[in-house]
């Protein structure tokens, strides 16, 4: 079946430096891929997605590119801030649901 | 515009009660779904509703969980009896669209915390 394999966590950075959060899939198909991210007392919400190979997904700095290759999503930024201490989550979307990754928890101190 | 709403925020019951979640989308959104998030894991789908209909319920343990959805608007999902197990966030999202559908972004609640002792 279908599956998401995130990076444990926490990752710990300081302010303005690069992250990467590492995602990889099993799915059967061309599944459309998405990052969600869950801040402190709040809901997921959707960060970003790809709905092909090679597409490249971007929201608030946020970037990820869809490797069919490689069968991965990492999530990628070029420099962190405090606010983004957050659970972010690699999904998949297969025929009908989502499949989530475990999370992986960012903190970001200043 | 309102989101997703859920209530209660956090239940805490004994094994062996029974319990129950309400969910009312965002207006507008056929599809509704209802997951369960365990304490170091990702969300798993238990059930999927288009309007008042089940498109998938293959997760939910249905000899304790039901879960419906009356006139295709507010959900309800009811464990009866609770089990130690059962101890997870309860979320519940809704989107505009279906599967490959580009207006398919899912909106999730806050999520009901639920504790059983």
Redesign the interface.
């Known amino acids: 079946g279908d599956s998401v394999t995130q990076m444990e966590g926490p990752v710990t950075l300081s302010e303005e430096a690069f992250l990467t959060i590492n995602c990889t899939y099993t799915a059967t198909g061309y599944p459309s891929l998405f990052w969600y991210v869950q801040y402190p007392g709040e809901g997921l919400q959707l960060l970003l997605k790809a709905t092909k190979a090679d597409d490249k997904g971007s929201n608030k700095g946020f970037e990820a590119t869809y490797r069919k290759e490689t069968t991965s999503f990492h999530l990628e930024k070029g420099s962190v801030q405090v606010s983004d201490s957050a659970v972010y989550f690699c999904a998949l979307e297969g025929y009908s649901t989502l499949t989530f990754g475990k999370g992986t928890m960012l903190l970001v101190s200043p | 515009e309102a989101?997703?709403a859920q209530s209660p925020r956090y239940k805490i019951i004994e094994k062996r009660q029974s319990v129950a979640f309400w969910c009312n989308p965002i207006s507008g959104h056929a599809t509704l779904y209802w997951y369960q998030q365990i304490l170091?894991?990702?969300?798993?789908?238990l059930i999927?509703f288009q309007n008042n209909g089940v498109?998938?319920d293959s997760q939910l343990p249905k000899d304790r969980f039901s879960a419906e959805r009356l006139k295709g608007v507010d959900s309800t999902l009811k464990i009866q009896p609770a089990k130690l197990e059962d101890s997870a966030v309860y979320?519940c999202?809704s989107s505009f669209g279906?599967?490959?559908d580009?207006r398919?972004?899912?909106?999730?609640?806050?999520?009901s915390r639920l504790t059983v002792l």
């Open positions: 989101g997703v170091g894991q990702g969300p798993k789908l999927q498109v998938d979320l999202a279906q599967a490959f580009s398919r972004e899912l909106f999730f609640g806050e999520g």
